[in-house]
């Protein structure tokens, strides 16, 4: 996306990080595993500013057949 926009002479940049992992209440941290890094896009848009734009289609979790039905 970002080349896409850079074509188009939107200035743009991919930026990496890491998603919100898991909050524990008890010990009051956030577990961050490397599962959780992510990347995404941001473009320059003149009466914005820097805008997130996150391409990655979402994860489709696969459906369970019913029981019975390995």
């Known amino acids: 996306m970002a ?4 074509v188009l002479a939107i200035p743009s940049r991919v930026i990496t990080g890491f998603q919100s992992g898991v909050y524990n209440p008890i010990s009051g941290s956030q577990l961050i595993r490397s599962s959780d890094a992510h990347s995404w896009v941001e473009a320059w848009l003149p009466d914005r500013g820097w805008t ?3 391409p ?11 029981h019975g039905r390995d």
């Open 56 to 66: 990655t289609p979402p994860i489709r979790m696969p459906q369970s057949l019913p």
């Open 3 to 6: 080349v896409m926009l850079r």
């Open 52 to 54: 997130t734009f996150d």
